[in-house]
């Protein structure tokens, strides 16, 4: 067994509230409960010695492991053969309730035999509260008990009465160790269930098939949903399940990722804790999942952002936080374990985020970007939301023109970054278009002349003359791959020449072999040591920025070779390393989220060209609508009237 499994090396399976990883040689290495936020139960992903694990590995000298989901689902088959014979691992999470948060969680492994006769070694090793609790092992007929401080854990035995296949049951040092013998057509298997009403019990392969029946069929009927059709359904249908997995169906939060210390670079410091949600990602969210036809979950997820935007506008020292706990709380002080040793001796390991508490202006844009969105596709802002809405418009017009940390949370200081201005920009813009729209009441001379202002500040400030680019912060000569976005939110339009000799100059220093980096911290210091692989969600911006372009040919052949990247479950993590390898947390919602939006962009962009249309020519994708944009105001220059895209206006296809 591979003490160190690579990131990539995993497939991730769940119910809606927490999430597992297993590797292609069937351990599960990290499972945290029973939310995703929660202190973990197995950890070894980021310490196989002390983190604990649950492995169930063939009894034989060699053989070899494959491993793919069921079609259309989140059950995973891990496959093992041998020369004696062949077996196989089925992991599912049976979901939990949609509405109310629970304690209560199942983790189904079921043992199969399809040839011949193979035999399985399974050690369960559980490490409570990232191995800091002990806990007491008690043995029942029916399996384990397993009780430490604040965890209760239960494991059943999937087996039958008369014909047992469980051997050489054993604990040694508070783990749990046996072996499982099979032939050919036999089922066996084991449940772990967390705060289980009683005992340790019996579970007849019967019933284990009826919860794996009905967890596919939950599958099946969820992604019926789904209304794409394009070229790429395969990716795009795994990346919907994944983004489905990441949310936590009570409040409809989606975490960032379900894990966290995996780091930006292997032996380096750039090691956080994703498992929150972002508001930076609510705008991505809403446009992917109402553009795959997902409307109960972008319902969902809209309605957890007005709660945010109701309690926290006009109080403390902003508005809003960076990123919150799934439940909408906002504890995240930032701690080390440091008995443990990280993903491959990559320390410090991190439990909360100390960035939640920084001032990152971009996410008000996201925030109202995101709110105006959903009312376009029919799901009103309440009044309660407005009036707060109200407040977090009014403390934008003040505090846009800060030294922020910016998008990529950099911890070296304050900077005026041009991406948090568009952003602010947007927040503006898209606050008065629900104004003016429904009649709703607003200061808007007042955000017409702040949002008019900023425009201004990032034409003038934010563009470099001798770099002929928009650059990461004002009077800078560095460039953000962030910056990627703007005719994407409408700020620009994508054959303005300003916008073309910038997608130039960050393909020319960003962009290595279609892959691109979020900024060069060589040049743009980020009080980071270490450096950090390429940005994979950059990457699909890149896409969608070159097919807005009209840049088809080399967009769709970008958009190819990444799919190249994904992992053999079509999982992608944070970023990818000089040699491919997946780094950073993982599955990374941000990556599929834009994974997404390009192929959506991308189908549309394809679609909508003509047969023998160039592929260098920008291709006429219809707008939803075209607003003028006011004249400008603070800074010199004529009055400018330009026609405004609604932004990601292909994602709804007609």
């Not at 270490?530 to 958009?559: K, P």
């Not at 390898?581 to 939006?597: D, K, R």
Request: net charge negative.
């Amino acid at each position: 067994m591979n003490e160190h499994p690579l990131i990539e090396d995993h497939g991730l399976i769940g119910d809606l509230q927490t999430a597992a990883l297993v590797s292609t040689e069937g351990t599960i290495d990290w499972f945290c409960s029973p939310r995703f936020d929660s202190p973990s139960i197995f950890g070894a992903l980021l310490d196989g010695e002390n983190g604990g694990r649950w492995t169930v590995a063939p009894q034989a000298p060699t053989y070899a492991a494959k491993q793919l989901y069921y079609p259309d689902t989140c059950v995973l088959l891990t496959r093992f053969m041998t020369e004696q014979g062949v077996g196989s691992v089925v992991d599912f999470m049976p979901p939990a309730s949609p509405r109310n948060p629970t304690s209560h969680h199942r983790l189904v492994r079921m043992l199969r035999c399809t040839r011949g006769e193979i035999s399985f070694d399974i050690k369960i090793a559980p490490r409570f509260d990232y191995a800091r609790q002990p806990h007491e092992v008690t043995s029942y007929m029916g399996g384990w008990h397993f009780a430490g401080r604040d965890t209760d854990l239960t494991m059943h035995v999937v087996d039958t009465l008369g014909d047992e296949c469980v051997a050489d049951r054993r604990i040694h040092a508070g783990d749990v160790c046996m072996t499982v013998g099979l032939r050919a057509g036999m089922t066996r298997g084991l449940v772990l269930e967390t705060f289980a009403d009683g005992p340790p019990r019996i579970v007849s392969p019967e019933e284990c098939e009826r919860l794996l029946d009905d967890t596919i069929a939950f599958w099946h009927k969820w992604l019926a949903r789904s209304r794409y059709t394009g070229r790429w359904r395969e990716m795009v249908n795994r990346s919907a399940m994944t983004l489905k997995l990441m949310t936590y169906a009570p409040s409809g939060a989606m975490v960032a990722a379900p894990t966290t210390s995996l780091p930006e670079q292997v032996g380096g410091e750039r090691n956080w804790d994703y498992r929150y949600a972002w508001v930076r990602d609510a705008s991505l969210s809403l446009h992917a999942l109402l553009g795959l036809g997902f409307t109960e979950e972008a319902v969902a997820f809209t309605e957890w952002l007005g709660d945010r935007v109701q309690e926290h506008a006009g109080s403390g020292e902003h508005p809003l936080k960076v990123m919150y706990r799934v439940d909408g709380s906002s504890d995240l002080v930032e701690q080390t374990l440091g008995h443990w040793e990280g993903y491959r001796s990559s320390a410090p390991v991190r439990i909360g985020n100390g960035a939640a508490d920084q001032l990152q202006l971009d996410i008000y844009g996201s925030a109202l970007e995101c709110l105006n969105f959903a009312e376009q596709r029919g799901l009103p802002t309440t009044c309660r939301v407005w009036q707060g809405l109200i407040d977090t418009v009014d403390w934008v017009c003040e505090h846009w023109d800060r030294p922020e940390a910016g998008i990529w949370e950099t911890r070296g200081g304050d900077k005026d970054f041009t991406y948090g201005r568009l952003m602010s920009w947007i927040a503006l813009d898209r606050a008065l278009r629900m104004a003016t729209q429904y009649g709703r009441p607003a200061e808007l001379e007042r955000w017409t002349n702040q949002r008019n202002a900023i425009y201004w500040q990032i034409m003038q400030r934010g563009w470099s003359p001798e770099r002929a680019a928009f650059t990461q912060y004002l009077g800078s000569d560095v460039l953000d791959s962030a910056l990627l976005r703007m005719p994407s939110v409408g700020f620009i339009p994508p054959q303005d020449p300003r916008w073309l000799s910038t997608l130039d100059a960050i393909k020319k220093d960003l962009v290595s072999d279609g892959l691109v980096y979020r900024y060069d911290p060589a040049a743009s210091p980020d009080g980071l040591l270490g450096a950090e692989g390429t940005f994979s969600a950059c990457t699909f911006w890149y896409v969608e920025a070159l097919a807005r372009a009209g840049h088809l040919r080399e967009g769709r052949l970008v958009f190819e070779k990444m799919l190249t990247y994904a992992n053999h479950l079509g999982l992608y993590s944070e970023e990818i390393g000089l040699t491919g390898e997946q780094l950073g947390n993982f599955p990374q919602a941000l990556t599929h989220l834009a994974l997404v939006t390009a192929a959506l962009s991308l189908d549309a962009h394809l679609d909508a060209a003509a047969p023998g249309f160039p592929p260098t020519s920008p291709v006429p994708v219809p707008y939803l609508y075209a607003q003028p944009m006011a004249a400008g105001v603070g800074g010199p220059g004529p009055p400018v009237t330009q026609t405004t895209p609604y932004p990601s206006d292909h994602i709804i296809r007609r």
